[in-house]
Nanobody, 132 residues
């Protein structure tokens, strides 16, 4: 059974850092494109970034939404089938529930999506709250 589980959220002060994890089960996560999204209360879900799946001689490359590319880093942890989202210099406007998602397409080739409707499998989310 395919499952994604986010963790690592919490309460942090402005300027602080958090590392979120997206643990995959039922599939080998590094080989699939994964998106990170967030949703704040009363707002639409927005893309944080994404990373494409590894190929035979290719390692996935992360992409970021414009406003986050200097503060957030997406990386794969091959030892435990997990995707990380390192978030630095957090701001109150980063407060949201953060989700990871996959379309579960193997050998999809380079590229990933920042559109939520392209993804079929979602985790339950983890809450990030940044206090001012």
């Amino acid at each position: 059974q395919v499952q994604l589980v986010e963790s690592g959220g919490g309460l942090v002060q402005t300027g602080g850092s958090l590392i979120l994890s997206c643990a995959g089960s039922g599939f080998h996560l590094p080989y699939y494109r994964i998106g990170w999204f967030r949703q704040a209360p009363g707002k639409e879900r927005e893309a944080v970034g994404c990373i494409d799946g590894d190929g035979r001689s290719y390692r996935g490359v992360p992409q970021y939404s414009h406003s986050m590319e200097t503060r957030f880093t997406i990386s794969k942890d091959y030892t435990d089938n997990t995707l990380r989202l390192q978030m630095n210099f957090l701001k109150p406007e980063d407060t949201a529930v953060y989700f990871c998602a996959t379309d579960l397409v193997l050998n999809a080739g380079p590229g990933c999506y920042v559109t939520s409707r392209k993804y079929d499998y979602w985790g339950q989310g983890t809450q990030v709250t940044v206090s001012s």
